[in-house]
């Protein structure tokens, strides 16, 4: 048995070798930046990304364990070792691979936390480590019963579209059960659903441990423990599945929700903080200059702030009057306060546009209109999204780079509207028949009950 230690060992070095590899590539080269700057939880999801990688090396080096196993016909001779003994011993080294291939992942992706308030999320490191014990005995089960020359595709191949596949499945529970879902996640706003992760943990913890109670049996050989052990593994499975649909069945197709607002810090014009409940709280807001509130670490420079600030003078200058509550979650937009998209990789002008086009809201959807009607309400929208951003400039922060794209010929309609957002940038007047359609333009735009007004 010496020779097989020492082959389990150069099995794990070299699958590490690979694995290391293709670890980097995943995490240097394909997560979302706006998930893992200044937020722990967003590094601790997008490290999961390289299950595709972790888990299919656990998966083949589990069934090259089990070939080697298999050939040894362990459960034919007398041993010193118990069946749960030489499992463990022939897997550790996998193991400890494919975990320490997870491990890579996370600390690259560690660089980008600097700043970040909260810390890295365990119970989603437990996700990812049973995950990739799942898949380790996954193919180890199958290296046990069929051919290596079968057994090691398959099992990468199982690997690969389980957690592939699952992905895009419309029975929800599946995508969770699975695991890799979990790693599209957060935008420092965001938070996982915690069924989602209950979910993942409970599947993958008791189906691995179903496929322990298979691979033992297996490695006993036939006899009455085993017949009795074979029916609780399938009892553990059959709970496994059980339980996890049970825990994901609320969920929908993806594991996000918004944080709780009540840890957002908030400011006023003079940078003075209050508690997001002491200003939600309120009916109406006397002051003339808004209140704008983040989460730690969301606003890093201060110049989304400012970009806010400077952006919502602007809109109520033009008669908009937008809500005196800023808020950086993607919220709608309720009246009294409105959500803006910002994340500490966001540039000043990017959530400024996101303000304005968060206070017009998405074109209300009127049913039973003609095609002339339709077309006639999407160009308003358009144009008033343009005559917004172009208006709302400032010297600072120029957002008509944002403003959506018109044909030539809407271009030619919209030329005088393009020419009153000019004469209010250099003045701040806006002239009657322009104050008249824009009232009306976003009236439209809310509401299938206003006619679009036609263009001054």
């Known amino acids: 048995m010496k020779n097989v230690w020492k082959a389990t060992f150069v099995n794990a070095l070299v699958l590490f070798s690979v694995g290391s590899v293709a670890a980097f590539l995943f995490s240097s080269s394909m997560i979302e930046i706006r998930f893992v700057t200044s937020y722990w939880l967003g590094i601790t999801a997008q490290s999961g990304l390289t299950l595709i990688v972790s888990a299919g090396i ?112 419309n029975f929800y529970p599946l995508r969770y059960m699975a695991g890799l879902i979990l790693m599209d996640c957060c935008r420092i706003y965001e938070q996982l659903e915690p069924n989602a992760v209950y979910a993942a943990l409970t599947f993958n913890g008791v189906g691995a441990l179903a496929s322990f109670l298979f691979a033992t049996r297996k490695i006993r050989g036939k006899s009455k423990s085993t017949i009795l052990l074979g029916l609780t593994a399938g009892t553990v499975a059959a709970t496994a599945v059980g339980l996890s649909i049970l825990v994901s069945s609320e969920l929908g197709p993806v594991p996000i929700t918004n944080r709780d607002s009540a840890s957002m810090i908030c400011s006023d014009s003079l940078s003075k903080e209050y508690s997001f409940s002491a200003i939600s709280s309120r009916d109406s807001f006397e002051d003339s200059d808004p209140y704008i509130c983040f989460f730690e670490a969301q606003d890093p420079t201060g110049e989304f ?77 358009r144009a008033l999204i343009e005559f917004l951003l172009k208006s709302a400039s400032s010297a600072q922060y120029d957002l008509s780079g944002f403003a959506p794209p018109l044909s030539e010929i809407e271009q030619a309609s919209y030329e005088n509207l393009r020419k009153s957002s000019i004469e209010f940038l250099k003045t701040d007047v806006l002239g009657q028949d322009s104050l008249r359609w824009l009232i009306l333009a976003k009236q439209s735009v809310q509401s299938c009950s206003v006619q679009p007004p036609e263009m001054p």
């Not at 890579?104 to 810390?119: K, T, W």
């Not at 937009?333 to 998209?341: F, R």
């Open 58 to 169: 656990a998966a083949v080096g589990g069934a090259i364990e089990g070939a080697r196993l298999r050939s040894l016909r362990t459960n034919t001779f007398p041993r010193t070792r118990s069946s749960i003994q030489i499992t463990l011993r022939v897997l550790a080294p996998v193991l400890i691979a494919a975990v320490l291939i997870q491990l890579i992942s996370f600390l690259i992706l560690s660089r980008y936390s600097a700043g970040a308030a909260d810390a890295p999320n365990l119970a989603l490191l437990l996700v990812f480590l049973l995950v990739i014990f799942f898949h380790l005995l996954l193919g180890f089960n199958l290296g046990l019963r069929i051919h290596p020359a079968l057994a090691i595709p398959i099992a990468l191949t199982a690997s690969y579209i389980w957690l592939g596949a699952s992905w895009g499945v």
């Open 305 to 381: 702030d400012s970009a806010l600030r400077i952006t919502w003078a602007r809109l109520n200058d033009l008669g908009i009057e937008p809500p005196k509550l800023i808020v950086g979650t993607n919220q709608q937009n309720t009246g009294q306060q409105v959500g803006v998209v910002a994340t500490p990789v966001s540039r000043p002008e990017e959530v400024a546009y996101s303000l304005v086009v968060d206070i017009i809201g998405q074109p209300a959807i009127c049913d039973e209109v003609s095609d002339q009607e339709w077309a006639n309400r999407d160009f308003t929208y």
